[in-house]
């Protein structure tokens, strides 16, 4: 067990909403990270402090404000892209040493996909690592930005990755996920969309061909995807089943083989084989459970992977990537 | 059965909001009323035709219009309470012979309480009718404006009216109304109360000793009522479970004979005794289930009230009004 | 309209299950049945009146009596496929007319698939209709036996066969259907499954590549899919997301022309086109909602497909058989 | 902060449903406990481990065996209350230290009543605490078994206890208890009663003058109250609107006074005030919120009570409570 004698310094830029409070939530508890402010996403607004959060931490969020944002040692974003692609070369002129940005303003390396899914982000930053934890280590150790990957991304990913870095998959015959996500992924601002009565009893698809978490998953993978989002009644988690082919020849063996390698020693990655993961079983934790069924003779796989939105596909993964770059146990505040 | 030769040209104000879509959704299919006009709630806005009434109504909501309101024989209004309370003298005034509100600009009698409760209604009219509807059938065939009830006063009423009226219950040791509601009643424009992630997996109660339908609850039953609402995850209904005691000497054949003798020819009242009603059984109906245990040794009396609040508790008794109100069957575009 | 002069006389056996249920609160208020008989599923078994349906229908459910049900003209078999496998013989043998399957005992015509699917039905009789209404409407006129089809085939085969029966469809490439089903869809029996605490906040695959409506689609369809269905957290409605690509030069203009054709004057599918269909708009009716997007450099076309998996995907659709059967107005008693 | 150099070996029976999974999760992380078995409730089944908790706990599920429990210093148990009644004389005699049960078995102390509500428990022995943490400390101390309250009386006596105490109740003019209770709180096995499709979109009172619960409140009060239980669709919470009126003269600071001297240093206790509690803040925690709202011209006192019904209302409070027998911090392990 680490022994944490020194605390790094932490503040957060959007503490109030649902990403925001689940890193409050996390970084309050954590054992080497001393919380030295938490702010809204403006410089004109102050939020009372969360009931749900009372006895954990029982402040009130300051408005945000980039001096005190930047004598922190480490910065954590949850503010909208636009706010991210601001805030970002100012904290780094006045010094601070590592940002977790959970906004999508730094995660498209190629301009012109940032021109067209992010606008506010014209400049792309040296020195940024795509935090999707597990497959990128090194680089988050690194970095002195990180850009934390979107829900979506996080759980098809971590899927697919690992089978498409193995050679397994035939990319050409297309890749579908269809995910089906909870209300919380969509925000804390009231919508139609949002709006209890609309969503109970219901589901909805949504962004078909046009959602931006497309761009990251392809920029990733190296390979086109169909990808279409659907809204369904539950407040936080998200299942993604995914439909690709292997390669003629691959075996039942390889496609285990090449997830054991990946995720071995990876403490937040449950392989579910063929018993199929549950939204149920990660919600409020930091897990993403994989579970797949092959059929041989067609070459047909169908993965199925877990996150809670907004631990692993938010607050979570963020502070894992924090675990990592200062070198704690990963685990750290996520258990 | 009826045979509805002429139609009665209808009009609704207010055919946007939950309770408007659904009236919208009774009347479009009523065998004696032709609807003529469905509006929004106000000048300046349309709005595009329900996916979900496809094939039952495919308009548009046009805007509020006076003229054209004025020129149906009957008018629904769906509208909040001020623009109630301005477009009755109006309606009136334009010679409309029978205006069913929904809102509670004229529900109650005392001025005194209504510049507390709904202080846009400095005038009451002569010629109104208190609409719930079973225990004001004759008050209903002679008003021109009919002052439907609330959904939680209509559910509490047809529990307690008939025992106060038969002059079993003890008014003086206090009559405690506890009601669990859907969340449609709460409206149709989000909020952070009608967002799905602060509702979902939650119960709530709000407007302690300050919900104006008390005032409609005490005005009709002559007593004080402790009532406390709560918002429970569930898209339409309320229970209401009301606590009272009896008279001494009360017996059990009494409480039933004053149910059976108010609601014996009652189509949309089901007695279901001490099988105790579930808001599943009214959902989508215009029925209100009624159960009570009743603890003899101690005059206990627990009743519970169960009604589809956006149906009995509005659109629905409202066109059982005007069903009433035009001598047709009572159940006609209602079963 | 019609003019009903003469009921049919109807029984139902299986009503106390879900779908069963429905058919009687349906064949209940149809204007050209008259309800003769609702059995339970065996000979063993009565079961109280529901409380839903008091008013409605306010019967006991009769033990199941082979004799009485070959009384009516009419049988509606909402059994399991074992009990209507053993039925349909001995109800034609003694003269009844017209027979409606709900189960899967006669939806598949090939003695192999049966004899995996569908075990209990070594014999499939001549004169069966595979009633999916919309496309089979000469057929299920003429047969003695309407097989209605699984939940699942109705919402994919309305979507999907349309585009196949007019060549545009490029079935080699692959066809995924991902469903989204409700808990009603899994039957009324209690098991860990159905449980409220492990569906609430849930989201979880199952039956993948092993589902038995698989082999109704490939039957009618005529080319393979990929089938994964999914319980959500809803009560009723199926929402089915079908991923294909069409053949080269095949326009938007083609696709819609194939299902208007198709449905032009279908009263119960209703085009949506990129305004895609929401459970939330189909639940509680027979409507199917169909829409799509296509991305025409790609060839891609997802299809998204709504039912209530106990109207249309079950009750809704047999009487609606029995409409066209009967020659009475389609709509009769679903509206 | 504890340092906890020697851990305390704890065993589990009855850690299959849905208070035992807590349990067993809770105990798991707990830093001074070292859990050497989990068992079911039965010496003849296993079970598997749970998805849930994998990497949290990866154990198989042993059978019920009393040596191997009596071989622990502490023993809980999540077992029914014939099954505690059975095994607490066996345990003891065996030498176990400590017992803290679960069940109902031994929380009344009147034999009358025991034998009304839990038959099974004829023997009563010496050496009981009822285990409601925050009002019971130095018995629990002392108590070498501790039987924990119900989930209901937990949230009704945590509220109304103090006030009792300090005087300030007109206990003679009926307290009224409310309560709303997730699904969890019926048991992990299947029934028509927890299936999703009767839950979902519905609210049903249960248990009305009949609850077994009520004892155990009326015990501890020392006063009769009219408890009537809801289940509402949520999976863990419950939420209790309690009716009382206050003595004459009683003022708003009285009753805060009285709350703010018993929860001083509670650590679990949260007291809200007119900020009304929800099940939403205190889901998954060990947290009792308690909120009121008076009405002092009439001395009407509404009280809101919230805990997770399987933490504080069960698993969460045993642990508690072995903190508090123990000395280790009240949070150890719950936090």
Chains 1, 2, 3, 4 share one sequence.
């Not at 506010?120 to 990128?136: H, I, K, N, R």
């Not at 995910?179 to 709006?195: E, F, L, N, V, Y």
Request: glycine letters at 8%; hydrophobic letters at 45%; one cysteine or more.
């Amino acid at each position: 067990m680490h022994n944490y004698s020194s605390a790094v310094s932490v503040a957060i830029a959007g503490a109030s909403g649902y990403a925001g409070q689940e890193l409050l939530r996390i970084l309050a508890g954590h054992p080497a990270a001393s919380l030295t402010a938490a702010m809204t996403s403006s410089a004109g607004s102050t939020a009372r402090p969360l009931p749900k959060l009372a006895r954990v931490w029982d402040g009130e969020l300051e408005p945000l404000d980039t001096d005190r944002l930047a004598s922190a040692d480490v910065v954590f974003l949850a503010v909208p892209e636009a706010a991210s692609a601001a805030l970002v070369p100012d904290l780094r002129a006045r010094g601070v040493k590592r940002i977790f940005d959970l906004s999508g303003a730094f995660r498209l390396r190629d301009l012109d996909l940032r021109q067209k899914w992010y606008p506010a982000t014209s400049m792309q930053p040296d020195d940024v690592a795509y935090g999707l934890t597990e497959l990128a280590r090194p680089e988050i150790r690194e970095a002195s930005l990180v850009a934390c990957p979107g829900c979506y991304p996080t759980a098809a990913l971590l899927a697919l990755q690992p089978l498409a870095d193995a050679g397994l998959l035939n990319l050409a015959s297309g890749i579908v996920i269809d995910a089906k996500s909870g209300i919380s992924g969509a925000g804390r601002t009231p919508s139609d969309r949002t709006h209890f009565s609309e969503v109970h009893g219901s589901v909805a698809a949504y962004g078909v061909f046009g959602h931006r978490h497309v761009a990251e998953i392809e920029q990733q993978l190296g390979a086109d995807v169909t990808f279409v989002p659907h809204l369904v009644p539950i407040d936080r988690g998200i299942l993604e089943t995914i439909y690709v082919r292997v390669k003629p020849e691959t075996t039942a063996f390889e496609i285990e083989a090449a997830f054991t390698a990946a995720y071995d020693s990876a403490p937040f990655v449950r392989l579910t084989r063929d018993a199929l993961p549950e939204v149920k079983h990660v919600a409020h934790t930091n897990f993403c459970d994989i579970g797949w069924m092959f059929d041989e003779p067609s070459r047909r796989l169908v993965l199925v992977s877990c996150i809670d939105n907004l631990v692993k596909g938010a607050a979570g993964q963020a502070v894992q990537n924090f675990n990592v770059a200062f070198d704690f146990d990963e685990r750290a505040g996520l258990s």
